[in-house]
């Protein structure tokens, strides 16, 4: 089945430790975002990629930064992680058409200690 | 600037109808999404509105008014597994999410 899929589910991190969140799609889609989703919140975007072509949010810190090295894997890197970068990560993806309908993946929840 | 609201919390009985409605001031509109999110999982797709009007997909329902800048997702014949996160996301490129309804199912 085609699908978005992200790796670890579950990442502990210590405080200022580098991390890395991986995800990988089988949809083929051009597009791929990341999200940040904390407890009760609606899912922040981070970044995200149309092809090759990196847009960033202009309220993302500069702490986290994305790598797309193909069409179907995407990284998230948070390079000093701080106690307030805990959360659910979300990656999607998306056609570009009419609807552009987003599909995410199970999301990876970061701790950090 | 961008603004999306939707009812924090909803309870309703099992087997009842329930609607959140969704209200959006963007800059930009190109269609407006409903999300169902359980806790700890991540959202999935349940219905894509652009032009005015109903789209019924089984249990679930959406309504758009443009003019209105109004939502609302309608839920039928409530189930227990329908307990969840429902997310209004108007396509302004990207999407622009709201916080969400956590909707309760009681029996």
């Known amino acids: 089945d085609a699908m978005v899929i992200q790796n670890p589910r579950y990442q502990v991190t210590q405080f200022g430790k580098p991390v890395t969140l991986s995800c990988s799609q089988t949809?083929?889609?051009?597009?791929m975002y990341w999200y940040q989703q904390k407890s009760s919140q609606a899912p922040k975007l981070l970044f995200h990629y149309y092809d090759k072509d990196f847009n960033n949010e202009a309220d993302t810190p500069d702490n986290f930064q994305s790598r797309r090295p193909n069409t179907s894997f995407c990284f998230l890197d948070i390079r000093s992680p701080g106690l307030g970068d805990a959360a659910m990560y979300l990656c999607?993806?998306?056609?570009?058409?009419?609807?552009?309908?987003?599909?995410f993946g199970p999301g990876t929840r970061l701790l950090v200690l | 600037g961008q603004n999306i609201d939707q009812p924090t919390e909803m309870t309703a009985t099992e087997g009842a109808i329930v609607q959140i409605n969704c209200t959006y001031q963007?800059?930009?509109?190109?269609?407006l999404f409903w999300y169902q999110q359980h806790a700890g999982e991540a959202p999935t797709f349940l219905s894509y509105n652009v032009l005015d009007g109903l789209e019924e997909k089984g249990r679930f329902s959406s309504f758009l008014s443009r003019s209105k800048g109004y939502s609302y997702l309608l839920l039928k014949e409530l189930q227990m597994k329908d307990s969840a996160s429902y997310l209004c996301a108007v396509h302004d490129t990207p999407l622009v999410f709201g916080k969400g309804t956590r909707l309760s199912v009681i029996a």
């Open positions: 999607a993806t998306s056609r570009p058409g009419l609807s552009e309908t987003q599909y």
């Open positions: 963007t800059s930009g509109f190109n269609g």
């Open positions: 949809l083929n889609h051009n597009v």
